[in-house]
């Protein structure tokens, strides 16, 4: 696994539009989708990707395979199963069952990668007053997000952390005022 951090701008217009984002780490992208540009040089896939980029993880049967995987039956079109975790099973009376292929374990379950980091700051005011003895008023000011700073967001599977939102919300202002008697 490569960390990238800030490093690479992105951007990803396997939507049609295209929207910022930075390469984190080396998440699976499907191999047609790197660097694709148009005949016009417009990017229509996932453009700003080093050129040397690799893949940290692959599927069982990836982009492109041509060689059918074990068990799988002769006339099996391969390229319907591209990018996916597909595998082929011989029971034990000689039948082959298609089945999808997952442990529930992540392959890096023991490793350490530190996220973008992130942060909030709220503060709060008060006054209370006393207006008769048995009367009394109390004015709150809650502020959350008072630094109001952005934020980036956690990347996706793909190793992509999207700028189009924050990760944080807006800074809020909120007044109380509550009367006891």
């Given at each position: ?32 989708l ?15 990707l ?16 041509t ?115």
């Amino acid at each position: 696994m490569q960390l990238y951090g800030n490093k690479y701008p992105i951007q990803d217009c396997t939507s049609g539009q295209c929207v910022p984002g930075l390469l984190y780490w080396n998440g699976y992208i499907s191999p047609p989708l790197v660097n694709r540009t148009d005949a016009a040089g417009k990017c229509t896939g996932i453009c700003g990707l080093p050129a040397n980029y690799t893949s940290s993880n692959l599927p069982l049967i990836p982009y492109g395979a041509t060689a059918l995987p074990a068990n799988a039956p002769s006339n099996t079109s391969l390229s319907t199963f591209w990018e996916s975790q597909t595998a082929w099973v011989q029971l034990q009376d000689g039948s082959v069952v298609r089945t999808t292929y997952n442990t529930n374990l992540h392959p890096w379950r023991n490793q350490f990668e530190p996220a973008p980091w992130t942060f909030n700051l709220s503060a709060s005011a008060f006054k209370s007053l006393a207006l008769t003895e048995a009367v009394k008023l109390r004015l709150n000011a809650d502020f959350f997000q008072v630094l109001n700073n952005p934020g980036l967001p956690l990347p996706g599977g793909n190793g992509i952390l999207s700028t189009q939102n924050s990760q944080n919300s807006p800074r809020t202002l909120q007044l109380t005022l509550r009367l006891t008697w």
